[in-house]
């Protein structure tokens, strides 16, 4: 099963080599590596190039996003098979082993993916860990991935191995998201493929900050692709079977309380009331609405601070465990 492992590189020169190393460690060896660089301004090329490795396939283009060096990435992989790798992070060594080994007893999946590592400034935390025996149908493989993301279990892009073929029949990813552009792929492949692949022990490390990717990227973006990509998930559900349409709309709360979490923690309340105008109330988490009441003329510039802290005091807490 010859694998293309994809990597859009901009501007990653202090952790591509690592991401790299990490793949050709694997003790799967039937692999070429696709790196993608996206218009790099540093001198991130360069480190792949002194890699000097006949496995790395480098290609160059303008600028145009993560979306479009993946897309472009899958075409020009080789591979029956993509797995993607973000520059910044790294794989197990027994990743891809252990994801071909489920591909290997079960020839009808087209997809699989895993557990992984969130590596922050202090601590890691070992994801995933609240899967109900309920979803899989049997050892290995997951029913119906819209379970996990109802319930708040991510399909890290990292942990990916998906047939190139259905890749393509799916379009690929969505070049006009700035956020969420792989969930967005992801629920579009589970509505037509359900059934999924999955590793529990951890395959990857995601390295990220004090918040996670999801945070960080919506913050520093002064764009609707939150928006856009609520709306985009509404479409889905109402385009769905009772069954789908029930899980995405709790998908939808989910992300919905991410994206509101980060805007206010951010400051950016006039996006954060914006995006309120938008959905209704039904649709936020219901144990996070709490926050949103620090919205209400009057008290809201008073207690900002504070809510800020305590929020994050919170997640902190949950990214622990306790």
């Given amino acids: ?30 692999y070429e590596i696709v790196v993608v ?24 283009q303008d600028n145009a996003g993560v979306s479009a060096a993946r897309n472009r990435g899958i075409q020009e992989a080789a591979g029956e ?36 590592i969130r590596e922050y400034q202090y601590y890691r935390v070992h994801n995933g860990e609240s899967y109900r025996p309920e979803w899989f149908i049997r050892e290995g493989v997951v029913n119906d991935v ?14 990916v191995l ?15 998201l700035t956020v969420s552009e792989d969930i967005d792929l992801w629920v579009r492949i589970g509505l037509n493929y359900p059934c999924i692949g999955w590793v529990l022990e951890p395959v990857a490390i995601y390295y990220t900050g004090i918040l996670d990717s999801l945070t960080i990227s919506t913050s520093k973006r002064k764009d609707r692709s939150a928006m856009i990509f609520i709306n985009k998930l509404r479409q889905y559900a109402d385009n769905a079977t009772d069954t789908q349409n029930a899980k995405l709309r709790r998908y939808t709360s989910v992300v919905l309380d991410a994206y509101l979490y980060c805007l206010l923690y951010s400051g950016r309340n ?29 008290w809201f510039w008073f ?3 504070l809510l800020k802290r305590k929020v994050k005091q919170a997640y902190y807490r949950i990214a622990k465990g306790d």
């Fill in 1 to 30: 099963m010859m694998i293309s492992v994809v990597i859009p590189l901009y501007n990653k020169a202090r952790y591509i080599r690592r991401a790299i190393e990490s793949v050709l460690k694997q003790t799967y060896t039937d």
């Fill in 37 to 60: 660089d996206d218009g790099s301004t540093d001198n991130s090329v360069q480190m792949v190039e002194q890699l000097n490795c006949d496995r790395i396939k480098l290609v160059s």
């Fill in 81 to 116: 098979w993509i797995a993607f790798l973000d520059a910044d992070d790294e794989w197990l060594p027994e990743k891809l082993e252990r994801q071909i080994s489920i591909l290997k007893k079960n020839p009808d999946l087209v997809w699989v993916a895993g557990n992984y």
């Fill in 146 to 159: 819209l379970d996990l993301l109802a319930y708040g279990n991510q399909v890290w892009t990292s942990t």
């Fill in 162 to 176: 998906a047939k190139k073929e259905m890749l393509s029949k799916s379009h690929g990813f969505d070049v006009g």
């Fill in 270 to 298: 006039k996006e954060l009331m914006l995006l309120l105008n938008t959905v209704s109330w039904c649709e936020i988490n219901e144990k996070h609405k709490w926050r949103m009441k620090a919205i209400l003329p009057g």
């Fill in 303 to 305: 207690c900002q601070k």
